[in-house]
């Protein structure tokens, strides 16, 4: 690669999220306010997941004694320091704020991903906006994504065998299929990722971070804006499977009963 050639940034889960979540020349959401931030939430949860920094113990999360390098070690020591656990859904409800997404989206300018850009109203208020600065990091995670959605996340004999914290760490495509039957919880830090079956010949294993990318992409409503072509109904079964996802998606629902009652008085 030389010097005039853009080099892909390696992003977290959050980051990820909102690039792919955001139009590239006007800087806007492409889903509503409320699912971005809530989704971020979700997405903050996912990355200390499998960084290996909380874990889900029955139906709480809980804090380990890891102690990775990571952008989230606010939200990491705000769940630490709770006297009593909550679960995956409340710790969404606490973290989706305009103020995380704002801190994860003025990350990504400082790397040169996208630009900050300020819009006037009235002459007064101005919202942010985040047009994209530098097209690598979103084009290497499309071509990640489009490899997983041709390889086993496409296979119609897929199946729910759950990937652990370790496996997360380093995700051999060889024998991915038989480590997973070792998980020890039904709920692992990454979501549905390998098969019970052999993969197709060739096929590409997803690895965790990406299929952890495409729950919760379908949980915000986004999977199928950008893939309109791919195996929805697979990813339906990611998003339902890996609980970052899942208390997003029972979050949004929550959220949209509550403005359709309000709709109504």
Same mark, same amino acid.
């Given at each position: 690669?030389?010097?005039?050639?853009?080099?892909?940034?390696?992003?977290?889960?959050?980051?990820?999220?909102?690039?792919?979540?955001?139009?590239?020349?006007?800087?806007?959401?492409?889903?509503?306010?409320?699912?971005?931030?809530?989704?971020?939430?979700?997405?903050?949860?996912?990355?200390?997941?499998?960084?290996?920094?909380?874990?889900?113990?029955?139906?709480?999360?809980?804090?380990?004694?890891?102690?990775?390098?990571?952008?989230?070690?606010?939200?990491?020591?705000?769940?630490?320091?709770?006297?009593?656990?909550?679960?995956?859904?409340?710790?969404?409800?606490?973290?989706?704020?305009?103020?995380?997404?704002?801190?994860?989206?003025?990350?990504?300018?400082?790397?040169?991903?996208?630009?900050?850009?300020?819009?006037?109203?009235?002459?007064?208020?101005?919202?942010?906006?985040?047009?994209?600065?530098?097209?690598?990091?979103?084009?290497?995670?499309?071509?990640?994504?489009? =490899? +997983?959605?041709?390889? @086993?996340?496409?296979? $119609?004999?897929?199946?729910?065998? %759950?990937?652990?914290? !370790?496996?997360?760490? *380093?995700?051999?495509?060889?024998?991915?299929?038989?480590?997973?039957?070792?998980?020890?919880?039904?709920?692992? =830090? +990454?979501?549905?990722? @390998?098969?019970?079956? $052999?993969?197709?010949?060739?096929? %590409?294993?997803?690895? !965790?971070?990406?299929? *952890?990318?495409?729950?919760?992409?379908?949980?915000?409503?986004?999977?199928?804006?950008?893939?309109?072509?791919?195996?929805?109904?697979?990813?339906?079964?990611?998003?339902?499977?890996?609980?970052?996802?899942?208390?997003?998606?029972?979050?949004?629902?929550?959220?949209?009963?509550?403005?359709?009652?309000?709709?109504?008085?």
């Amino acid at each position: 690669m030389d010097a005039e050639t853009p080099r892909a940034v390696e992003l977290s889960l959050p980051q990820a999220f909102l690039l792919l979540a955001t139009n590239d020349k006007d800087g806007k959401p492409e889903v509503p306010v409320f699912a971005l931030r809530t989704t971020t939430a979700g997405a903050i949860l996912a990355e200390l997941a499998l960084l290996g920094a909380i874990e889900l113990q029955g139906k709480h999360i809980r804090a380990t004694d890891a102690a990775p390098k990571t952008d989230f070690l606010h939200e990491l020591e705000l769940i630490r320091g709770k006297s009593r656990p909550h679960t995956p859904k409340a710790w969404v409800a606490i973290l989706e704020g305009r103020a995380e997404v704002r801190r994860v989206y003025e990350g990504m300018a400082a790397q040169g991903i996208v630009e900050h850009v300020g819009e006037k109203h009235l002459g007064r208020f101005r919202a942010m906006r985040y047009p994209e600065k530098d097209h690598a990091s979103e084009e290497a995670l499309l071509k990640k994504i489009q =490899a +997983t959605l041709s390889g @086993a996340l496409s296979d $119609p004999e897929a199946s729910a065998s %759950q990937v652990t914290k !370790a496996e997360a760490e *380093a995700v051999d495509a060889g024998t991915i299929a038989a480590e997973a039957a070792d998980a020890k919880t039904p709920d692992a =830090a +990454t979501p549905d990722a @390998a098969t019970r079956a $052999p993969a197709k010949p060739g096929a %590409q294993a997803p690895d !965790a971070r990406t299929t *952890a990318l495409i729950a919760l992409l379908q949980a915000a409503g986004l999977f199928g804006k950008l893939f309109p072509e791919a195996n929805r109904s697979r990813a339906s079964e990611l998003a339902r499977s890996y609980w970052p996802s899942r208390a997003v998606e029972d979050e949004l629902r929550l959220i949209r009963l509550a403005e359709e009652e309000a709709a109504t008085l």
